[in-house]
């Protein structure tokens, strides 16, 4: 009898390491959202950065807001920073 309680409780250690260690090296839920939406904003600045880019060799100046670039030249990722 003692020895399926000592079985039972080395069994549950193992499974506590390792799920500690599996959450320890892949990151918490709240760490990957952040990644994920880190990636997300560095794709909508490089997207930005190329409408003006663009948008300079069409006309050989700045936009002065970004009203100019919207619709064909401009079109990110439909995520609200604000409520992050």
Same mark, same amino acid.
């Given at each position: 009898?003692?020895?399926h309680?000592? %079985?039972i409780v080395i069994l549950?250690?193992?499974v506590v390491v390792v799920a500690v260690w %599996?959450?320890?090296f892949s990151g918490s839920p709240m760490e990957n959202r952040n990644i994920r939406y880190d990636e997300i904003r560095l794709?909508?600045?490089n997207t930005i950065k190329t409408a003006v880019d663009d948008y300079?060799?069409?006309y050989y100046k700045l936009p002065t807001t970004i009203s100019p670039l919207l619709g064909n030249?401009?079109?990110l990722?439909?995520?609200d920073y604000n409520q992050l």
């Amino acid at each position: 009898m003692i020895r399926h309680i000592i %079985g039972i409780v080395i069994l549950t250690v193992v499974v506590v390491v390792v799920a500690v260690w %599996g959450i320890y090296f892949s990151g918490s839920p709240m760490e990957n959202r952040n990644i994920r939406y880190d990636e997300i904003r560095l794709r909508d600045l490089n997207t930005i950065k190329t409408a003006v880019d663009d948008y300079y060799q069409d006309y050989y100046k700045l936009p002065t807001t970004i009203s100019p670039l919207l619709g064909n030249r401009l079109q990110l990722q439909n995520c609200d920073y604000n409520q992050l």
